[in-house]
DNA sequence: AAGCATCCGTAACAATGTGTACGCTTATTG
DNA sequence: CAATAAGCGTACACATTGTTACGGATGCTT
């Protein structure tokens, strides 16, 4: 009950962090906004948090958490490559150009030590490469795809699924996917990695 | 004479103000050390300025303009189209990630009221895909492109060939590329893309 | 029920930012 | 040469920030 309450006030604080900086950015959202908001102290963030980059850096660190998760999830079910390849596109991209994963880029954007961008893409395509590669791998031994180098297929793929979307989703250039948007995307990246995988391919030099 | 001087020393701010962005970040760029870099008066910048969002507004668009004309003298060239567009990948690519835009990006994704980003994206991208498209017509004209709509091909064409490249750099995960590595990336781009467009292609929906 | 730790609300502090004002020097112009 | 405009350096008000500190309330433990 102890743990509970303290855990279920830290969603409240992160939550509220989360909007504040969505809406404000990063530069506006303050301390003390973010425990007004929170109707939490001033000094029980910084006990929890240290300081501003903590509290920040804890919310880069969940999202990634989660999105980690669920992306173990989704390949722990024992389907056959296709079918997880098929899957995997419109879960990975709806995940990298959400609301809540777009923020976090802009406010690693604009943190002037540079920390938090460094947690975010380690936490973030340092996390997610390796697992893409491990299902490009098993597609690969089911004569799925074809490759030589997994990680040069994964920035193939991941160049046709996301490719300018994020940096043009982080300067509001564009708003948010549809579900529906998503899964065409997805689905054009992939058949578009199976026809350049599949063609005969020039060696890297 | 008079003229030339103070051309001269809006070079001077410009050039500081870059520098400054690119090793302190824009939050951390304030107007008195902007000034005291340049070695002018804090009520000059006000005074050509306006604010600070008006400073970094005209760098946004003198890195625009350049872009658009070094672009634009690269088409005018009346070569056949093929070599227009072999020419245009490496050209375009060093653009979009050099130091000068990357800094500039950073600096409109961490500008809280997101008039530097959606300057940015207008002078970017709203002035450069046209010129795209252009070329990209005329190669299909010469039967060296096939495809139905212009900004979808161009879409594609940028995403294979800058891809996450840009966000990565802002985040600050990969280096300024090498001369070599943008030729490579480009060739790459372009083939793929030819591979895409000659191929069958589903229709939009 | 007493004792204790935790946390809220608020205040205080030092630092820094933007934007403005004001003498003094410097260069241009008639 | 005199007059005038522009610009530098400095200082200023004013707001806001991150961070620390403190008194009082709240709830858990014994």
Chains 1, 2 share one sequence.
């Not at 043009?168 to 997805?186: C, S, Y």
């Amino acid at each position: 009950m102890r743990d509970e309450n303290k855990a279920a006030r830290k969603r409240r604080i992160e939550q509220a962090a989360l909007e504040l900086l969505a809406s404000k950015g990063y530069l506006a959202t303050s301390m003390l906004s973010v425990a007004k908001r929170a109707k939490a102290s001033n000094e029980t963030l910084y006990n929890w948090y240290g300081n501003k980059q903590g509290l920040f850096r804890s919310l880069v660190e969940a999202n990634a958490g989660e999105v980690r998760a669920l992306l173990e999830h989704d390949l722990v079910q024992d389907r056959p490559p296709e079918a997880t390849l098929k899957a995997l596109g419109p879960l990975l991209l709806g995940l990298l150009v959400s609301d809540r994963a777009i923020t976090l880029n802009k406010a690693a954007a604009a943190d002037p030590s540079g920390e938090l961008a460094h947690e975010l893409t380690q936490a973030g395509r340092g996390a997610v490469a390796p697992l893409i590669a491990d299902v490009f791998v098993k597609a690969r031994d089911a004569g799925v795809l074809r490759f030589v180098d997994a990680g040069k297929a994964v920035g193939l793929y991941l160049d046709l699924l996301v490719g300018d979307l994020q940096i043009r989703r982080v300067l509001g250039a564009v708003p948010a996917l549809t579900q529906p948007q998503v899964e065409r995307r997805a689905s054009r990246a992939l058949a578009n990695l199976k026809l350049l995988l599949s063609a005969p391919r020039h060696q890297k030099p």
